[in-house]
Every structure is written in structure tokens, then in C-alpha cells.
């Protein structure tokens, strides 16, 4: 009898500990997706800053200008829910914009083209590299949060379903002459 | 930026992965990062300044062959401690999965991880049974980086997630510069790789050689890399076998100086490559490349335009390649050219800046790196002393 109930104990002290561990898991996990969103959002603003700037320092022509700026003004000022059409409005942008070596050429040929050149490349490259990250993040979740021990314990506690950012960020020909890097 | 790098092979082994790391090492600390490298190595090997020992390697029978592996008690507690004592803003693991160093680091740390993935291993059984033990360890890298688009692929289909495509780097201006040597050239065929392994290919390309002798008898082969001479030669008939040269195991001085040298390098290999490193020191030293078309060798050749590509395991598809680019100087003036501004997007200084890119990206808004205090209950109930 006593060592029924002390073996019933074990198992729940065991089931504890595992339960508790699986909780330290996914507290992990959620802040990593945390600070992957954060790293996301930086690259996404970066992008857009650079964007701007180009449209609004006069090397491109008008039209161009034009359809740069509201395209990184609208990714910047987009609320939430909006935000990945936002974003991918901006790739297609910037790869009307940017989608000849010319184009480049006559950037990087202005003052200070160079390092602006030199930015953007950076921007676009990296945009792809954070969301990649990030929607691993997420996928590792979710994969722990549908299983069982996790949905009937509600391990997650409060934590929202993450989810992942889907976006088009496709860089420009132009700025992704390497590839594999996407 | 202070950096650590997870070797998971044993450092006195020379290795792809190991030079990989030292390369990259270099590379990081010439820009002025601070990089400490922890790898398995003898206690009498002399290491660089930024190798940090985590002690003799076990040779261990894993996955179809000898590996030296690090495990075990001793070697945990010798990762924390790195660990605890490097602060680092950043580690960079390679082979997570493999049950060495990597997948000690990723148990013991906490923090942002950065993995690359070298091999693209066929799922193995032993895998499936520890799938449940990886993928805590693996769920906190937080940056996963694949050597091609073939190693993303499997790493995809056996571990879930995603991962960036970033190739392994090379120092093309040591190769591109070496001085070619007189009594290598003129009509040579060049291989290195070791002799008596198989999925290297040299027993390939002994099976096609008397054809291409047939059509160019003065070409000569030069062949570099450790294994039994003789064996490798027993094949070819006794005539031929002079034709064969045997450089011995190469320093890598000699290995550029070769490259530059022969009229067509030769890359026969049969399997098990994930990236094709040799490929591309043949290119930037300037050499036109006929390889085998493994999935991972015809990306690194860009489908066939930076070099040619053969059937693989096909000895007389081989020989036809290599006598039609014998005799084909036009051909492979283009190759050489093709090669040498192909191999830009492989230099250190554009990989190099790649993967500061990732470590920039997994840095933003992160803690530092810190041991994984995985007993942290009496933590949480407030018990812990501080």
C-alpha cells in the first residue's frame, strides 16, 4: 500500500518536473520569437528609411521618385494587419525602381551614392535573412504548442497562437547579384 | 563584436570543417572581432591564440565510419565554463547535430546561436530515435545557416524550419596569385583528394583514363592526397601507370601552386559532398573544372557554366568531357574566365560580411550569450542564492 503511494508520487513528482521543463521550453522559445520580431522590424524599418531617403534625395527621376516614396512611406506608416501587403508593396518597388544595373550605376555615381548603394543592398539582403529566421521561430512553436501535453496543461498560458510573416522579399536583380543568400 | 565558434572536429585532424572555421576565424578577428574558437585537440597539439582545448577527442564508430567525437561529463562542464567565461554577444555552431561539441554548446547555452550546417546526411535511424532529445537542443538556435542550397534542402526535410544559404569561403586571391610550377604543366589532368576513398572518385577516373590516354597520349595525371599508391594504380594497365604521378599529401602552398598549373582539374567524387570547397580553389586559382554532377558540385559550377559536368560514376562520359577539353584550348580559356569572376560571390570578404550579417540580425535586441541554468527550479520558487 505505502509503496503504491509512494510510487504514485514519484510519477507525479516526475511528471512535474517534465511538465515544468516543457514550460521553460516553450517560455524559450516564445522569447525568441520575440526577439526575432524585434530584429525583423528593425531590418523592415532600415529598408524602408533607406528607401526614402533615395526617393527624396533627387538621383532618381520623378517618377520613380514618386512611386519609391509612397511605397516606403506606406510600409512605414502601415498598421499592423497591413503591414506584410505594406512591406511586400515595397519590394515590388524597389525592384521596378532598381531592376536595372543602370539604375544602380546612377546612384552609386551620385555624392554619397555609394554608401546609400551600399545600405540598400544591406537592407534588402537582410530582410529575408530576419524573416527566415523569425518564421523558424515560429514553426518550432507551433510544432510544441499542438501537442497534447501542452494544449492540456495550457502550458502556454496566455501567450497568443504565434504566427508566422509572410511577405514578398524578393530583392531586386540588381542588388542580389549572389545568390544562394536569400 | 565577441564572437565563439563551436568546432565540433578535433583540430589537429585537418578537415574541410575545421578549415572552414579557422578561415573564418581569421577573417573575423583581422576586422577586429574578438573570436574565441573551442575545439577538441590533444593537450600537446599547439593551437593559435584564439583555440580554446575542450580536450582529447574519443574515436567512436557513428554513422559508417571512425568519428572523433567529444562527450561525456568532462566535456560539458568544459563548454560552460568557456561559455560562462567568453560573455560572447554571439556563438556560432557548427554540426549542431552531430553528437560532439555542437550539440554539447547548444544544450549548455542559452542566448543567440548562430548553426551552420556542413553535411546533408541521408536520415539515419539513430536521428529518428534521438529526434526527440535534438530538438530541444536545436529549438534554441536562432539563426540556422546552410552551406548550399542541397544541405538547406535536407536539413529542411529532417528537422523541420528554414535556414540561409550561405557557402563556404574562400581566400580566391591566394589562389588566383600562386605561382604556377614548370614541371606541372603541359597537358596535366589534376586530382586531389584522398586515394583510397571511394566516394573521392579516383577509381572513376583510373577506369576512364586509358581512354583518355588513347586520344591524348602525352597527357600525364597528378594526383595528391594521402591513401595506397599502388592499389590506386592497380587497375590501369602497366604501361599507363607512369602516366600517373603521385604528389603525396600537399601543403597548401603547393596545393594553389598545382591548381594553377594544370590544364583541367578533375573532381570525380561519387557522393557525400554537400558543398564542393576544392571546386572552387580550382576556380579562383584559375583552373578549368570537369566534375561530376552531384547536385551540390553543379550549384558551386553554376549549372554547368562555370565548369563542365559528367554523368556521374559514368567512366566514359568522363573521358569524352576531358579529351574534348584537351584538345580544346578556346574552351577552356573561357572556362578560366568564367571561373575566375564566378568565384567572387565565394571570397571570404563577401562571406565574411554575410555571415556578420546574420550575427547582426540574431544580436539585435538579444541578451549575450550565458550558460542555460537548466536546474532553474529552485530558482523559480525563490531559493536560489544569488
Not at chain 1, 52 to 57: F, G, R, Y
Not at chain 2, 41 to 58: F, K, N, Q, W
Not at chain 2, 211 to 235: K, Q
Not at chain 2, 325 to 330: E, S
Amino acid at each position: 500500500m505505502i509503496e503504491t503511494l509512494i510510487w504514485i508520487v514519484v510519477g507525479l513528482v516526475a511528471i512535474g518536473l517534465y511538465l515544468s521543463w516543457t514550460a521553460g521550453r516553450l517560455d524559450r522559445l516564445h522569447a525568441r520569437i520575440d526577439a526575432a520580431r524585434a530584429a525583423l522590424d528593425a531590418q523592415l524599418l532600415r529598408r524602408a528609411s533607406v528607401a526614402q531617403e533615395l526617393a527624396t534625395s533627387g538621383v532618381l527621376d520623378p517618377a520613380a521618385s514618386i512611386v519609391l516614396y509612397e511605397a516606403a512611406h506606406a510600409a512605414r506608416q502601415a498598421e499592423e494587419e497591413n503591414r506584410e501587403v505594406a512591406e511586400s508593396e515595397l519590394s515590388q518597388a524597389l525592384r521596378a525602381v532598381f531592376g536595372e544595373a543602370e539604375q544602380m550605376e546612377a546612384v552609386r555615381a551620385a555624392p554619397g551614392g555609394e554608401q546609400a548603394a551600399g545600405e540598400l543592398a544591406a537592407a534588402v539582403r537582410r530582410v529575408p535573412m530576419a524573416r527566415r529566421f523569425h518564421n523558424d521561430a515560429v514553426r518550432a512553436a507551433r510544432a510544441l504548442r499542438r501537442h497534447r501535453k501542452v494544449r492540456w496543461f495550457r502550458l502556454a498560458g496566455h501567450a497568443p497562437f504565434p504566427m508566422a510573416f509572410e511577405m514578398d522579399d524578393e530583392p531586386p536583380t540588381a542588388l542580389a547579384d549572389r545568390p544562394g543568400s536569400g | 563584436m565577441r564572437i565563439g565558434i563551436v568546432c565540433p572536429y578535433s583540430w589537429d585532424v585537418p578537415g574541410g570543417v575545421q578549415f572552414h572555421i579557422r578561415d573564418l576565424a581569421e577573417h573575423l578577428i583581422g576586422l577586429g572581432h574578438e573570436v574565441s574558437v573551442l575545439a577538441p585537440a590533444d593537450d600537446e597539439t599547439p593551437l593559435p591564440p584564439y583555440v580554446v582545448s575542450a580536450g582529447r577527442a574519443v574515436p567512436v564508430p557513428y554513422n559508417g565510419s571512425v568519428a572523433r567525437l567529444n562527450f561525456g561529463f568532462l566535456s560539458a562542464a568544459r563548454v560552460r565554463r568557456w561559455l560562462h567565461d567568453g560573455t560572447f554577444d554571439v556563438i556560432h555552431i557548427h554540426e549542431p547535430a552531430s553528437p560532439s561539441l555542437g550539440l554539447l554548446s547548444c544544450w549548455a547555452a542559452q542566448g543567440p546561436i548562430v548553426a551552420t550546417f556542413h553535411t546533408s546526411n541521408p536520415r539515419s535511424r539513430a536521428m529518428i530515435a534521438a529526434y526527440p532529445i535534438l530538438q530541444p537542443a536545436l529549438e534554441k538556435i536562432s539563426a540556422r545557416i546552410a552551406v548550399s542550397e542541397y544541405a538547406r534542402r535536407t536539413l529542411v526535410e529532417h528537422l523541420g524550419g528554414d535556414a540561409v544559404v550561405i557557402p563556404n569561403g574562400v581566400d580566391v586571391d591566394f589562389f588566383a596569385k600562386a605561382e604556377p610550377k614548370a614541371e606541372w604543366q603541359g597537358g596535366t589532368l589534376g586530382f586531389i583528394g584522398r586515394i583510397d576513398e571511394p566516394r573521392k572518385g579516383l577509381p572513376v577516373l583510373m577506369k576512364a583514363f586509358p581512354r583518355i590516354l588513347e586520344a591524348c597520349p602525352d597527357t600525364r595525371l597528378l594526383v595528391a592526397g594521402r591513401g595506397d599508391e599502388e592499389e590506386a594504380v592497380a587497375s590501369l594497365p602497366a604501361g599507363m601507370r607512369g602516366r600517373v604521378e603521385f604528389l603525396g599529401m600537399v601543403s597548401d602552398e603547393d596545393k594553389a601552386r598545382l591548381l594553377r598549373s594544370v590544364d583541367v582539374y578533375v573532381a570525380p567524387n561519387t557522393g557525400g559532398e554537400s558543398f564542393g570547397i576544392i571546386l572552387v580553389e580550382a576556380m579562383s586559382a584559375g583552373a578549368p573544372v570537369l566534375a561530376s554532377d552531384l547536385d551540390a558540385f553543379a550549384q558551386v559550377l553554376d549549372q554547368g557554366a562555370a565548369g563542365e559536368l559528367f554523368a556521374n560514376e559514368d567512366a566514359e562520359d568522363l573521358a569524352k568531357a576531358a579529351v574534348r577539353l584537351l584538345g580544346d584550348p578556346v574552351r577552356r580559356t573561357e572556362l578560366r574566365e568564367r571561373g575566375s569572376a564566378h568565384v567572387r560571390r565565394f571570397d571570404w570578404a563577401t562571406v565574411g560580411a554575410d555571415i556578420l550579417a546574420v550575427y547582426e540580425t540574431v544580436t539585435d535586441g538579444a541578451a549575450s550569450v550565458a550558460t542555460d541554468e537548466r536546474l532553474g527550479l529552485r530558482a523559480r520558487w525563490g531559493l536560489a542564492r544569488d
